[in-house]
Structures are given as C-alpha cells and as structure tokens.
C-alpha cells in the first residue's frame, strides 16, 4: 500500500497545476511554501529550485492563462503576455508594425528556440538570449506578479548574470513586458553575430536602437547591447561616446565596432581576436540596420 501511494505522490508530483489566472498561480506558490514553481509555456522550466523528497518540484503551467497570451496596443506602449511564444511574433502585426526589431526576434526564434516563450527565455537568463537583448535595447519593463501585487521593472534589472535572473520563480509570475512604441525618426534593429562553422547552440547576438536628427547623418540617442553566451548583457549608449553634440552616424559606427570588438570573454588568442572581429561585425550590422530603419521612417514622414 505505502508503494503504491508514493507511486501516486510521484506521478502527482510530475503533473504540472494548470493555472487559470495569475492569481491562481500564485496562490498555488503559497502553498506549497517554496515547493513549487512556475512552468513557462508548458515546455521550459523557469528556474532551478530545491528538490522535493520525491525528487521533483510539483509544477505551475501558466501557459493558458489569458492576461499571460495577449500581445496588444496600449498606446504609448506595446504590451507582449509572458506565455507568446517568439513565434507568435511574426503573426502579431500589432506588435511588429513600427517594432521590426520584433519580427528580427520572431526570425530568430523560428531557427533557435521554436517553443521558447518570451518570459521563459528571459528567465533563463542565457546571455546570447534574443529577446532579452532586444528589449534591452527597447528599455522594455517587465511585470511581475506576486501575493502583494504587482511592479513594473526594467528588464535590465532583471538580469543579475549568466543563467541567475531576479524572478523568483517559486514566489512570483513573469506576467507581461511593455514596450514603448518608438517615437519618429527612431529605428531598432537585432543581428545574429556569425559563429564558427564547428560551433553549437544559439548564435550571440546584438541590438541596437537609434534615434536620427533632421540632418540624416547625426545620432540623436542610441542604445547598442551585446547578448554573448556566458554573460550578462552588455549595454552602450551615446552618453558613453566622449562627444556632447550629436555625433555623425559614421562616427558612432565605428565607436560601436571598437567598444563591441573590446567586449568579447577571454584572453587575446588567435581565436578569440576572430569572435571579436565577428561580434563587432554583428554589433554593427544591428546598428546599421537601426539606422536605416530610422532613415526609412524620416523618409516615409518627409511631404
């Protein structure tokens, strides 16, 4: 008898709780006192936790959760659930029309992470993640959800290094990201950076989001981030250029190619010379591409 009841406590403990609402959710977390955590989308476990005594964590599914599927305008904002998968984004014309970056992202998921989900990919806080790159670079806020309520935070904030993010997936619910529509003149753009031929696993990858000035040649604002597998994701900004006025595209072209060149892990080996030079070529071609999105919106509002 007592094999078959830890038989059934075994098989209980594997069915994931499938969540109807935010609040069930969490409701389910406090019960079970930090022996429980959130499942994203069914397929990715959010975070590493303690084992239970029957060796797994009983699971919270919050894939069908509503508020956590929705991908919708709120003007000034785009709001993206944390349960859409990456692929989800190249059929959302909502959050692609002046968001290409998205549809870079959507691409990128179609070929890397197929299943991923937007709030699983970020908590796993990979550093070559897609999505965490781009809305970064977007200055994106994350909403989460927890028994006392719920606070937007920068998704920047979230993640602390490789593979560690702030959301305790035991206690909370990634909900929702919103994005800020961008305002004329701007661009954003996400490049894969190239990889050996004999490498593995995702490529890293870099994005960039650019705002012009009347003139077409002179940067306005910018934010360049490099996503580069084993760290956390590394940011630059006009500020960081020693420039005051607004510097001519071509000077922050190469300013972005010697800062990303400088960010690449390891010692100056030969081969890592090499992925230096690759992840500079993919940091510029994300500004490159931001840029020329500005450009094309400068000209689509020009009589």
């Keep these: 008898m007592s094999s078959d009841l830890s038989q059934q406590d075994q098989s209980q403990a594997e069915a994931p709780f499938v969540a109807a609402s935010v ?11 930090g022996q429980a955590q959130v499942l994203g989308a069914g397929t990715t476990l959010l975070a590493d ?15 069908r959760i509503a508020e956590l599927r929705r991908v919708l305008s709120q003007p000034p904002y785009v709001v993206l659930g944390g349960a859409v998968a990456l692929a989800q984004l190249e059929q ?21 992470a197929p299943s991923a ?15 965490a790159t781009a809305l970064i670079a977007l200055s994106a806020d994350a909403q989460i959800a927890n028994l006392t309520g719920s606070q937007w935070v920068p998704v920047r904030s979230l993640l602390l290094r490789a593979g560690a993010c702030r959301v305790n997936s035991q206690a909370e619910v990634l909900v929702s990201f919103r994005i800020r529509s961008l305002m004329p003149l701007m661009g954003a753009a996400l490049a894969e950076v190239a990889q050996q031929e004999d490498a593995s696993g995702p490529p890293d990858v870099a994005a960039a989001t650019v705002s012009i000035d009347q003139a077409r040649n002179l940067i306005s604002s910018l934010t360049v ?27 922050v072209r190469r300013a972005v190619n010697q800062w990303a060149a400088s960010q690449a892990p390891g010692p100056a080996t030969e081969e890592n010379v090499l992925r230096a030079q690759r992840i500079a070529n993919g940091a510029q071609e994300a500004f490159d591409k931001a840029v020329q999105r500005a450009r094309l919106d400068l000209a689509n509002s020009t009589p």
């Design 117 to 131: 989900t937007l709030a699983g990919d970020v908590m796993r806080a990979r550093g070559n993640s897609a999505i």
């Design 225 to 251: 981030v490099l996503g580069i597998a084993g760290t956390a994701p590394m940011v630059y900004r006009l500020s960081d250029l020693d420039d005051s006025r607004s510097p001519a595209v071509e000077t």
């Design 49 to 63: 936790g303690p084992p239970t005594r029957s060796g797994a964590l009983p699971l919270v599914d919050v894939s």
């Design 92 to 112: 959302a014309s909502v959050s692609v029309e002046d968001l290409l970056i998205l549809a870079d992202v959507a691409r990128y998921g179609r070929t890397h």
């Design 23 to 33: 609040e069930e959710a969490l409701a389910f977390l406090a019960a079970h006192r």
